[in-house]
DNA sequence: TTAGGGTTAG
């Protein structure tokens, strides 16, 4: 079971051309193109395809007198960052700006854009301000780009605040693609609840759901295997509102099937899909691919691929990663290796998944030594080995009870700058209960701070099955205490038994077992779902004086609270005691006073 | 006469 969180996407560098001086292009054809008509213009900005023409028509506009106007030099720039050559995009801009273009709200926004897309979204905050010197008032288009640079980077809650903030203080009014946008966001972190909730806000306020709004929730929900859910939504889109699916629609729904192994729904689906003229692309068949391949069924997933490549549709790098990976689960690992040895024939370049899915194939099959050869292997390549590649390498080696170098590595992973997650954890706990180290697991549950890890009922159980066997009856029955406590507590809360639940809070006390930052967690997200708030100021006060802290989804569901007026800001002042300080670093966007 | 949103793997 792997966090959804962890799957941050690669991000892959562009090199620089240096044939900078050798282009082909004839560069007086742009040149004329600017003295004659708008259209011309346009045709060739359309044709600009290689980042070294668009800088040197930029080059050759600059030297215009008078210069171009505003939107010739946008057109450029969009040119530009569609080639995903945001760096220069933003150095373009620039130089707009050193020029005396009169830059406007739509270069202003590219300008954005870049910053948020090379996950320097604090530097795209701080154009709005440049805006306003300007005198051009940001507008949604701008803040939609705002926007999304937080949920690219995870910043989950500042997104929040932020829409919320431009609701609130009429800054600008929401469109379709400000919701999807934040849409998107809530579904990145699994908030279907709160992603519907702002699809029925749009509704009321009029703002017409678009296939890109319906389309994203049924991906989130399919990804968390709510799949009557999903179509549900997808009835409710075709029936109620007349919007048409399209491949995407489909493919995240047949993902969804394949994944629970509903096979028969599956292939209707697929038909339904051709019969309605949509035609799978290479995202669907992997969808079919994966499936098979998580089951094992590497004969059927071949047969997929044999079929898509008659179809015209080539399969990619996700496609054979997922070969891979079932080959390895089959333990035929020769076959996986050839599948691999494959890719670059074809002109595949492996990334760190599949260098990882091979590593996690022999370390599975105990063949730890070709696995740390993969390891190095991939450091050798300029790929750097992350988070999943660490914590399968670590278990890898944890298996064949090499206990001191799978703690290096873990340490090392620390220097890398890289955070262990869930998994990662869970790996680290049950190789060392494994080993007969139970001291050292312990040790490091205490040190894990954040309480999604401290309240995961599988580490709980790893623990106590741990300490049980090295006969710590004492040791295991406290975690047991713990846990049952802090599920009876969540139970109650669910079931708006908030007297039972705080009975049990306070017993915890006296009992000996003190309730640690996750109960307190709990507890708090059952007073603010069942509207019992004359506690929450001295729980509040009570986690400051313990040194605990607020977990993002009590944080987020506070903040929902404090916006709609139901609690008194005056809590305000206790979070800044409470919230990771990463969570606040952007002071701007914390001013709901 | 220039700007924004949704689907792929460990």
Same mark, same amino acid.
């Given at each position: 079971? !792997? ?7 690669f +991000?892959?560098n562009?090199?620089t051309?240096?044939? #900078?001086?050798?282009?082909? *292009? ?8 600017l ?8 045709? !060739? ?7 070294n /023409? ?10 215009r007198?008078p ?9 450029l720039?969009?040119?530009v ?9 933003l ?15 739509f270069?202003m ?13 604090? /530097?795209?905050?701080?154009?709005p ?10 507008n949604?288009?701008i803040y939609?780009?705002l ?14 605040m932020? #829409?919320?903030k ?22 990145? #972190? ?19 759901p ?28 075709l029936?109620d509102k007349?919007i ?5 629609t489909?493919?995240?729904?047949i993902?969804?099937l394949?994944?629970?192994?509903r096979w028969?729904?599956?292939?209707k689906?697929l038909?339904?899909m =051709? ?23 590497? =004969?059927?997933?071949?047969?997929v691929i044999?079929?898509?490549?008659? +179809?015209g ?11 891979i990976?079932?080959? @390895?689960?089959r ?14 024939? +074809? ?10 899915s091979?590593?996690?194939?022999? @370390? ?12 190095r ?15 399968t390498?670590?278990?890898?080696l ?12 873990f340490?090392? !992973? ?5 955070i262990p997650?869930?998994c *990662?954890?869970?790996?680290? %706990? ?10 050292? $697991? ?12 401290n309240?995961d009922?599988?580490?709980? *159980?790893?623990?106590?099955?741990? $300490?049980?066997?090295?006969g ?10 713990e ?10 809360? +669910?079931?708006?038994?908030l007297g039972? $639940? ?7 006390e006296e ?15 059952? @007073?603010?779902?069942?509207?019992r ?18 977990d ?7 903040i929902?609270?404090?916006a709609?007026g139901? %609690?008194d ?7 800044n005691?409470?919230?990771?300080? =990463?969570?606040?670093d ?8």
């Amino acid at each position: 079971m !792997m966090n959804r969180m962890a799957f941050i996407k690669f +991000r892959g560098n562009f090199t620089t051309n240096s044939s #900078f001086l050798h282009s082909e *292009t004839p560069f007086s054809s742009f040149h004329l193109a600017l003295h004659s008509d708008v259209s011309s213009n346009r045709s !060739m900005l359309h044709k600009i395809t290689n980042l070294n /023409d668009a800088l040197n028509l930029f080059d050759e506009m600059s030297q215009r007198r008078p210069l171009p106007s505003v939107v010739h030099f946008t057109q450029l720039l969009n040119a530009v960052t569609k080639m995903k050559h945001f760096t220069y995009a933003l150095d373009l801009f620039n130089q707009m700006c050193s020029l005396g273009v009169p830059v406007n709200e739509f270069s202003m926004s590219i300008a954005i854009k870049c910053c948020c897309q090379l996950y320097r979204t604090k /530097d795209g905050f701080a154009l709005p301000g440049c805006c306003f010197r300007r005198a051009i008032p940001p507008n949604v288009y701008i803040y939609s780009a705002l926007l999304d640079g937080l949920v690219l980077e995870d910043k989950i809650l500042e997104a929040e605040m932020l #829409f919320k903030k431009l609701v609130k203080q009429k800054l600008c009014e929401p469109n379709v693609v400000m919701y999807n946008t934040m849409i998107k966001g809530l579904c990145k #972190f699994s908030n279907n609840v709160t992603a519907v909730a702002l699809l029925r806000l749009m509704e009321q306020k009029n703002c017409k759901p678009s296939i890109v709004t319906y389309s994203t929730i049924i991906d989130s929900l399919c990804k968390d295997k709510l799949i009557d859910d999903a179509f549900k939504l997808f009835k409710e889109m075709l029936s109620d509102k007349g919007i048409l699916p399209n491949v995407i629609t489909y493919t995240s729904l047949i993902r969804g099937l394949c994944n629970l192994g509903r096979w028969d729904e599956a292939s209707k689906l697929l038909k339904e899909m =051709e019969d309605e003229k949509i035609s799978p692309n290479v995202k669907t068949f992997t969808a079919l691919v994966d499936a098979f391949c998580k089951e094992g069924k590497v =004969e059927e997933a071949e047969a997929v691929i044999n079929i898509m490549i008659e +179809r015209g549709e080539v399969p990619n790098i996700v496609t054979y990663s997922s070969l891979i990976d079932g080959y @390895c689960l089959r333990g035929e690992m020769i076959k996986a290796r050839e599948i691999f040895d494959s890719m670059t024939l +074809r002109g595949l370049v492996p990334n760190v998944v599949t260098y990882s899915s091979l590593l996690n194939g022999y @370390c599975k099959n105990l063949n730890i030594e070709k696995a740390e050869q993969m390891f190095r292997e991939m450091s050798g390549k300029g790929l750097k080995p992350d988070v999943v590649t660490y914590s399968t390498m670590i278990q890898g080696l944890f298996q064949v009870g090499r206990c001191v170098d799978a703690c290096k590595l873990f340490n090392e !992973m620390h220097a890398q700058s890289l955070i262990p997650d869930q998994c *990662t954890y869970r790996i680290m %706990l049950d190789g060392l209960c494994n080993n007969h180290l139970v001291e050292d $697991a312990l040790s490091l549950f205490q040190l894990m701070g954040d309480s999604k890890l401290n309240s995961d009922i599988v580490v709980y *159980t790893i623990l106590i099955d741990g $300490a049980g066997k090295c006969g710590k009856f004492h040791i295991a029955r406290n975690l047991f205490h713990e846990l049952i406590d802090n599920v009876m507590i969540g139970g109650f809360c +669910r079931e708006g038994q908030l007297g039972e $639940a705080k009975l049990l809070f306070l017993k915890m006390e006296e009992s000996g077992y003190p309730p640690n930052t996750v109960t307190y967690c709990i507890f708090l997200q059952g @007073c603010l779902k069942n509207k019992r708030y004359d506690d929450v100021e001295r729980l509040l006060q009570e986690m400051v004086d313990r040194g605990y802290s607020l977990d993002a989804s009590t944080l987020s569901l506070f903040i929902d609270h404090i916006a709609a007026g139901l %609690l008194d800001k005056s809590m305000l002042k206790l979070f800044n005691k409470l919230v990771p300080k =990463e969570f606040l670093d952007d002071p701007s966007l914390c001013d709901w006073e």
